[in-house]
């Protein structure tokens, strides 16, 4: 880690070691996961991640959505140390790995390290253009809000924060330490819905609500914006309606809120 770091932008999530391959239906079945969605890994999934690492298609990625997201805007920025990643990982080779490929691509990660629990993994299962996600967070769901507070000179400079949904799941705490920072500091604070079982259980449901009015940015799919639409009551099923709702929730602040749906091969809404 550097000493000084200056980030323009910082990302918060759930570091994760990419499985990744070109798969049939009949293994997404298997295992009933869905096309196009993403989840957390129960008992019934345990097993997908081994199949996967046996077959000869399959790629190692350091990833998870909130160091992917960061990589490619690294990689647009094209300043080293641009960006910076925060995370929990394991004491472990696939930490080594993540943290190595992240650095490559000028990304600074800032990581809390857990020994007693191995770094996440998550399960792609790409069918055609199509693919499932399925992460086992591991390392990732041991993050704790004490370790945000103990690098503030990481976040304390920072222009912009991105944080992906699935954070929601590991600590809101962090999420609003950082959402209430870039208030007091008039920087800008970005989210993804990521998900639409955010949405769909109760406690991760009332989290997002509570960032809400803190977000400048929401991003999301098509069927995470119908999702939130539900979550929020709106009596409308219209990707463009639900945007301009969500754009219209109560700020915290002054800023007007960008709200951005894509929608696969159609247009996004903005």
Request: aromatic share 8%; charged share 20%.
């Amino acid at each position: 880690m550097s000493s000084s770091p200056s980030h323009l932008l910082l990302g918060v999530g759930n570091p994760l070691l990419d499985i990744s391959s070109e798969v049939d239906m009949k293994m997404v079945n298997k295992y009933d996961l869905k096309m196009g969605t993403a989840c957390l890994a129960e008992k019934k999934h345990l097993p997908v991640y081994e199949e996967l690492s046996k077959l000869k298609t399959v790629k190692y990625i350091a990833g998870g959505a909130t160091l992917n997201s960061i990589r490619v805007a690294q990689w647009m920025i094209q300043k080293e140390g641009a960006t910076g990643y925060v995370g929990c990982v394991g004491n472990d080779d696939y930490a080594k790995k993540m943290k190595e490929c992240a650095e490559a691509d000028g990304v600074k990660t800032h990581f809390l390290t857990n020994k007693e629990t191995p770094t996440g993994t998550c399960a792609c299962l790409i069918v055609d253009k199509e693919r499932s996600l399925c992460a086992n967070l591991a390392a990732a769901n041991e993050y704790k809000v004490d370790h945000m507070k103990s690098i503030k000179s990481v976040y304390e400079p920072v222009k912009f924060t991105y944080i992906a949904g699935f954070f929601i799941t590991v600590s809101p705490d962090t999420i609003m330490l950082l959402a209430k920072h870039c208030l007091e500091q008039k920087t800008t604070f970005a989210m993804n819905l990521s998900a639409e079982f955010i949405m769909q259980v109760p406690p991760f449901a009332k989290a997002l609500k509570e960032a809400l009015p803190y977000m400048d940015y929401l991003f999301g799919n098509e069927l995470e914006a119908a999702a939130f639409g539900k979550m929020m009551g709106y009596d409308t099923t219209s990707v463009p309606k639900i945007a301009a709702l969500a754009s219209k929730e109560k700020s915290a602040g002054s800023k007007k809120r960008t709200v951005v749906f894509t929608q696969g091969s159609n247009c996004t809404c903005v």
